[in-house]
């Protein structure tokens, strides 16, 4: 008589229960069900996936090449007939299977394929998601000759080529096998062997398939007379990925160690259940729970991200954490004032003043953008232009732009809390925002206003709405919140400063209006508080991924620091 699973269940549940504690049951439960889910998505999140789906010859002889007989009427077609015999296709599609999206730089070795002897003749790229990616990688394909000197038939080596090169030979090749007399051997060329994937990068989800037109070499012997020419099958990869792995989908085996760890938790979780064995874990799924209420403060731009990553920890460790945008400066003051300093984490745009009491982590760079209603016909501000602007010098858009029609200009701008403000008017304002005229943003409104016309906004999507609804209206947000907005269709675009965009590589060359997202604690946090553990998951692959999903650049990476999160001026 077979053992079934609830007499194992309960042969193991009577086992640890004698032996050990329910907290040990628990953690080996968690574990080993967690474990193919953080291999997947925290240890070797990015994954490739590569399949060889054709690999035979192409079988389209337009005459019998082995009978001893070829028909007069075929004759012309004999030099075809030997050049199509020894041609086989390969076709590999290459998939981004993992959680995240692959750049370049993930490669440690660029993905290639060679075919042993068989000489690469065309190549084409299908099934791409779209034009300009299946364009890029056309251009990135480099084709590989053998390790071993193959040589040309002057004696030069091949070297390595690209797409244009190959395809400039293949016209030559055709030519010549098919001119070629019977005695006179065919001019061959240079002879490439393989194909390297280089400067690949594909988005969670994106596949393609690599075709590639490949031939015998003339001195293979072919089998038996009466036999088809036999196409050698051999296939060669190589490559790696950095935090990630490729994968053989015809090597993957049915049983794999995720599914033997999955059943094993799940044996041992069923064990914990059949003998009413409770007990707390200190983790879960691979994550520091703490307990408790949190609460998070501060800048009004970083706050719905941090918010986002709350939330998943609050769905795994089932705790409390609510985080209100108050301004950056309002943050910081509430931290000097608490009584409780390990309920209380603030976010700042920019490294706050005077923090000599403060525990402070770098969390992301963040880049602001310049945006303007759709109604303004600018694309472009110099620094020059955009203080004039918010001195009162410019107030219609026709100044700016020289000719055109009048266009009022209407500042929005952000109160005194405001992380955002501060930085705009330290790196690229030079000086303090004009005073407040209007409450409604399209003209003055307030009593004793002056010129410039300016209305304040304190949260970050309150900002971007006003802009939107302005006729005229310039002000300023973080970047990825402008271009959420833009995505819903919100009439609105972004202007370059100096010709700088708002982007992190910009940045790096010298665009000014960035800073660094700092979370503040009051003091060093003790280790097993809800804070502490919040403030090490924030900076962690879970965090970091949402911050990337948000559009933001994490101050943590895989290589180390993000050169802008050392730029504190």
């Not at 390790?147 to 080596?157: A, C, F, H, M």
């Not at 665009?511 to 804070?531: C, H, I, N, Q, S």
Request: glycine share 10%.
């Amino acid at each position: 008589m077979g053992v079934t699973w609830g007499d194992a269940v309960v042969a193991l549940a009577s086992l640890f229960g004698e032996h050990v504690g329910s907290w040990v049951l628990g953690v080996l439960a968690a574990v080993t069900i967690s474990a193919p889910f953080v291999d997947r998505f925290f240890v070797r999140r990015k994954r490739i996936h590569y399949r060889v789906l054709y690999n035979s010859k192409i079988g389209l002889s337009p005459v019998q090449l082995h009978d001893g007989e070829v028909e007069p009427a075929h004759e012309d077609l004999t030099p075809i007939a030997k050049l199509v015999d020894r041609m086989s296709i390969v076709v590999i599609r290459v998939r981004n299977t993992g959680s995240f999206d692959i750049e370049a730089r993930d490669f440690a070795e660029d993905i290639s394929f060679s075919f042993g002897e068989r000489i690469v003749w065309d190549a084409r790229i299908s099934e791409a998601p779209s034009q300009d990616i299946r364009q890029r990688i056309r251009n990135n394909l480099v084709f590989l000759p053998e390790e071993q000197d193959v040589g040309l038939p002057e004696g030069k080596p091949a070297g390595e080529a690209g797409l244009g090169v190959l395809r400039a030979w293949l016209g030559r090749r055709f030519e010549s096998y098919v001119q070629a007399q019977p005695t006179g051997p065919a001019e061959v060329g240079p002879q490439w062997h393989g194909v390297r994937l280089s400067k690949l990068d594909l988005e969670r989800g994106q596949k393609f398939k690599l075709v590639v037109v490949l031939r015998e070499p003339d001195d293979e012997p072919a089998h038996a007379a009466g036999d088809d020419f036999a196409t050698s099958k051999e296939i060669s990869f190589a490559g790696s990925i950095s935090n990630g792995r490729i994968t053989d989908e015809k090597q993957q085996r049915r049983i794999t160690w995720p599914l033997i760890t999955t059943a094993v938790g799940l044996l041992l979780a069923g064990a914990l259940v059949t003998t009413l064995l409770t007990g707390a874990s200190a983790t879960a799924g691979g994550i520091a729970c703490g307990s408790g209420e949190l609460q998070v403060k501060g800048s009004s731009a970083f706050a719905p991200i941090v918010g986002a990553v709350a939330e998943k920890y609050d769905e795994t460790c089932r705790t409390d954490i609510r985080v209100t945008p108050t301004g950056s400066l309002g943050g910081l003051r509430e931290l000097e004032r608490t009584n409780e300093p390990d309920k209380l984490a603030v976010l700042s745009d920019g490294p706050a003043k005077d923090a000599n009491d403060y525990a402070g982590r770098p969390v992301a760079v963040v880049v602001y953008a310049l945006v303007v209603n759709e109604s303004v016909d600018v694309s472009d501000l110099s620094t020059d232009d955009l203080r004039k602007i918010f001195s009162g010098e410019h107030t219609d858009w026709k100044q700016v732009r020289g000719s055109g029609e009048p266009l009022p200009i209407n500042i929005v701008g952000r109160g005194a809390e405001s992380g955002s403000r501060t930085v705009f008017e330290q790196k690229v304002l030079g000086g303090q925002e004009p005073p407040l005229s209007s409450d409604g943003c399209a003209k003055p409104d307030r009593q004793g206003s002056t010129t410039p016309t300016r209305c304040e906004r304190t949260e970050t999507q309150d900002a971007i709405a006003a802009i939107a609804s302005t006729p005229g209206a310039i002000g300023y947000a973080d970047a990825p919140a402008v271009r959420r907005a833009i995505a819903e269709n919100r009439p609105l675009h972004i202007v370059t400063l100096d010709g700088k965009a708002p982007t992190v590589d910009d940045a790096l060359r010298g665009y000014p209006f960035r800073t660094v997202e700092y979370l503040y604690t009051k003091g060093e946090p003790a280790e097993d508080t809800l804070l502490k553990r919040f403030t090490t998951y924030l900076n962690s692959d879970a965090g970091q991924a949402v911050m990337h999903d948000r559009g933001y650049t994490p101050c943590t990476g895989p290589t180390g620091p993000h050169p802008l999160c050392s730029d504190q001026q």
